[in-house]
């Protein structure tokens, strides 16, 4: 009964609101007795039904695109791992990368690609902080309507046009500048400056987002304390935009992880078990890229490997970018 | 301030409340020396950014133009018939000059590709310079050592390379861009690579462009933002949008490349290279492509289409539209701007991408132009990386110059993606956008940012 009201109420104002618009029509029915004519039920469309259901196959490949990933990457690792030679142990335990001889360390290459994401964030992350501080706190609209076109224009140029000015800028630089005999010429520091410099947009725009969001009350209250411009922006501002700072952190690590011109054509081409960043070592993505850049049979073990280094590097990037949505849930300051 | 402070300081009721004093004041000195210190490292760190993308940009133009030391193998000037330079022969000489120098059977082959007389006399004298001339790159110097030190260049190419022929050379010549790709650098161009480049981006935004539209539209318009599938797709498009480009290489190489390969090769089609049949083709960089930007898509056209306001909806839906008809009369025009610009935007993206590509096996050398979508081909940024890697210098010249090539075309569609969100903003009917413009930007901003390499 209570439902029914509602219904009854919204016939009978479609009924008023039809009334002076399709009069004749609505004349000939209330002779029949005032009842609404009119079947308000919602008409099946089949049209819109098949859109819908078009629109929606369209969200769902997103999904069949991770599962795509994951029964690639698992499949291929499977048959990688079900070698008699290959084993976790191994894998896991092992400093040496040679599949050829059966040597099967995963060291190596996740060493190398530390050593360049560290390097890179050692860029990166002050100078990328530094920019959105400025960008934030002390730029005028006009500074920042030059500044921020220019960040994209360093995020918009391609990674393998960053590898060129890599290995024939910034590694005859390191060279000349700690000498030819401690530099070689493929090395992990140029290829992990130079991602450095590649994320610098990605960390100082993130950040920057997260300083703006800070209210400006709280700025103002800081002001009116005393406090300093830098203690406004370091003491009050930046605490309070902390999570979303971090995650921009979390996703420049993700990203630098997972670079690959970059480190495939300035870091070297070799598995090199080292933590000198001035030697020649090669990374997870840059071994992926020599090994498949070659005559790659399917099946062989070569193909496989690289498959069981793609899960690995897959999983190290996906968790990075789940904990960093997570501190931006987690530890979000809501001022609203 | 502080001098206020003091000056009036018996008189105030807050005597003894507010610090004062000689300490206080070289406290409050100290702290503002630190701030200006501060403010001149957050400035530093920025012109740091600059001068990154300065000797970027200085680096590649630097590489790109410069003095070059040639040594011919038989001087042009000794081909001259009776004084008559070369490039001033009628054709018969040249043919008669090339007959004499190359073997009979590279003559009948020229002669099976295109007889000679069908070829014009530009043709034969190049074919010439080619086999005859061969002229070889020694060396070559960057723009900035040929400006600032041109003497020291002559000296050391008459010491190294004596007998040398030593001018400025641009790399990036109209004939660079119209030739295709060759082992000889002086003669290499990459009109091959920008075919490939095209055909690939083509593939890719026929695509990604509709089926991301229409995963927006369903995201924003029809999904239960409740339902637990809903939420599954709206996380699980932004996680891949974080996903190393790499990894969608190898998705593409097991998927397109290899189970589709019946497919991607073009066989059940009857069409494609039959010879060398093999799922590397186009349709599957395109389509590795497509899946790589097509989150980047979802998450700019769902912006858009958010930036919407429900009260067009609510109008459309008063005058008994159906669902669909609002979305296609009027959400989808207005948010169109903000889909297109995202479209170029990640469609700019998918140009530069490398490492998914050498992974599906884009093919390193290629001379022919590609005919189809199942063709084997090259694009411009694998054409780059070839090029960094081979020792020579004079290679790395002429990757610089495809780079300049490369970022032009970049820049061009960048560009034109601002000017489409300037225009459509600026738009009779984007009153109420500009209400929410500032909001739809900035979101299209950090969406772009959150993309892996």
Redo the contacts between chains.
């Keep these: 009964m209570s439902q029914s009201a509602p219904v009854a109420q919204a016939a009978i104002s479609a009924e008023s609101m039809r009334g002076p618009v399709a009069g004749a029509e609505s004349a000939g029915e209330s002779a029949l007795g005032g009842e609404p004519q009119y079947d308000l039920r919602r008409k099946p469309r089949v049209a819109e039904s098949i859109i819908q259901g078009f629109l929606f196959l369209c969200g769902a490949i997103s999904i069949l695109t991770t599962l795509g990933i994951v029964y690639v990457l698992g499949r291929e690792s499977l048959l990688f791992f079900a070698n008699e030679e290959v084993n976790l142990l191994k894998f896991f335990g092992g400093t040496e990368w040679q599949p050829a001889i059966s040597r099967f360390g995963i060291w190596p290459l996740v060493t190398a690609t530390l050593m360049a994401s560290l390097i890179a964030m050692a860029v990166a992350l002050p100078v990328g902080l530094c920019i959105a501080i400025f960008l934030s706190e002390y730029a005028s609209q006009r500074t920042r309507s030059i500044l921020k076109p220019i960040l994209e224009i360093l995020a918009g140029i391609p990674t393998v046009v960053y590898g060129y000015f890599a290995l024939t800028f910034m590694t005859p630089l390191l060279r000349g500048t700690f000498g030819r005999d401690i530099v070689e010429i493929y090395n992990t520091a140029s290829a992990g400056i130079v991602i450095g410099i590649l994320v610098i947009p990605l960390v100082s725009s993130m950040s920057e987002d997260a300083l703006s969001a800070v209210p400006g009350s709280l700025r103002q209250a800081s002001y009116g304390l005393g406090a300093t411009r830098l203690e406004t922006a370091l003491r009050i501002v930046l605490p309070a935009a902390l999570s979303g700072v971090a995650a921009a952190f979390i996703v420049a690590i993700s990203r630098a992880i997972g670079e690959t011109m970059i480190v495939a054509i300035a870091a070297g081409a070799g598995p090199n078990f080292t933590f000198s960043p001035f030697r020649a070592a090669e990374t997870m993505t840059g071994h992926i890229v020599r090994i498949s850049g070659g005559d790659l049979s399917y099946d062989s073990f070569d193909y496989n490997s690289i498959f069981a280094i793609g899960l690995l590097l897959f999983l190290i990037t996906l968790s990075l970018n789940v904990l960093s949505q997570w501190i931006v849930r987690r530890f979000r300051e809501e001022y609203e | 301030m502080m001098a206020v402070h003091q000056q009036h300081s018996a008189a105030r009721p807050t005597d003894g409340l507010m610090p004062s004093g000689p300490a206080y004041r070289e406290q409050v000195v100290a ?2 020396r ?2 200006r210190l ?2 001149v ?6 012109l ?3 001068i ?2 300065c ?2 940009l200085f ?2 133009l630097n ?1 790109s133009f410069g003095y070059v030391a040639i040594v011919n193998n038989i001087d042009p000037a000794e081909l001259a018939i009776d004084g008559v330079p070369l490039n001033e022969l009628t054709k018969d000489q040249l043919v008669g000059i090339l007959e004499a120098n190359v073997s009979a059977g590279l003559m009948r082959r020229y002669e099976h590709d295109m007889p000679f007389s069908q070829r014009s006399s530009e043709n034969v004298h190049e074919l010439i310079l080619e086999r005859v001339v061969e002229p070889q790159v020694q060396a070559s110097w960057g723009l900035f050592e040929s400006v600032f030190a041109r003497g020291s260049i002559f000296v050391e190419a008459e010491e190294r390379f004596p007998g040398s022929d030593v001018y400025f050379r641009s790399w990036l010549t109209t004939s660079f861009i119209s030739k295709s790709q060759s082992s000889e650098p002086l003669r290499a161009g990459v009109r091959t690579a920008i075919f490939g480049s095209l055909w690939v981006v083509a593939i890719t935004i026929l695509f990604s462009f ?6 927006a ?3 924003e318009e ?2 239960h933002k409740e339902r637990l599938l ?1 939420r ?2 709206q996380t ?5 949008a ?10 593409g ?3 397109f490349v ?1 189970i589709l390969e019946a497919f991607t090769s073009g066989a059940i089609f009857g069409v494609g290279d039959q010879s060398t049949a093999n799922g590397r083709t186009i349709i599957s960089a395109g389509l590795t492509l497509g ?1 790589l930007i ?2 980047l898509i ?1 998450i700019n056209g769902q912006e858009a289409i958010r930036a919407v306001p429900s009260s067009l909806r609510q109008s459309g839906f008063g005058l008994g539209a ?3 008809q609002v979305i296609w009369h009027h959400v989808l025009p207005s948010a169109l701007p903000g889909i297109l610009t995202g479209t170029i ?1 990640a469609t ?2 998918a ?5 998914p590509l ?2 599906v ?1 884009a093919s ?1 050398f290629i001379a022919l132009d590609p005919s189809g979508p199942f063709s084997k081909f090259t694009v411009l ?1 694998i054409q ?2 070839q090029w ?2 081979r020792p020579q210098d004079e290679f ?1 010249n002429l ?2 110059a495809a ?1 300049l090539v ?2 032009v075309l ?1 820049l061009t569609m ?1 560009a034109s993606a601002v000017l489409l969100r300037n225009h459509f903003d600026r738009g009779q009917a984007s009153a109420y956008r500009s209400i929410y413009k500032n909001d739809c930007c ?1 979101k299209t ?2 969406s ?3 993309r ?2």
């Design positions: 702290r503002q630190r701030g501060w403010a490292i957050f400035q530093a760190a920025v740091s950014g600059i990154a993308l000797a970027l680096n590649i590489q509709p089926i991301g539209v229409g995963a539209i369903y995201l029809y999904a809903n599954l797709i699980n498009i932004n996680n891949l974080g996903v190393p480009s790499i990894i969608y290489g190898m998705l190489l097991a998927i290899r899946l097509l989150p979802i159906t669902h669909w935007l700019s993206r140009i530069g991408e490398t490492a050498v992974v096996g390193t940024p780059i990386y960094t890697s790395r990757a610089a780079i490369l970022l970049l960048n900035h901003s950090r772009d940012r959150i892996s390499n």
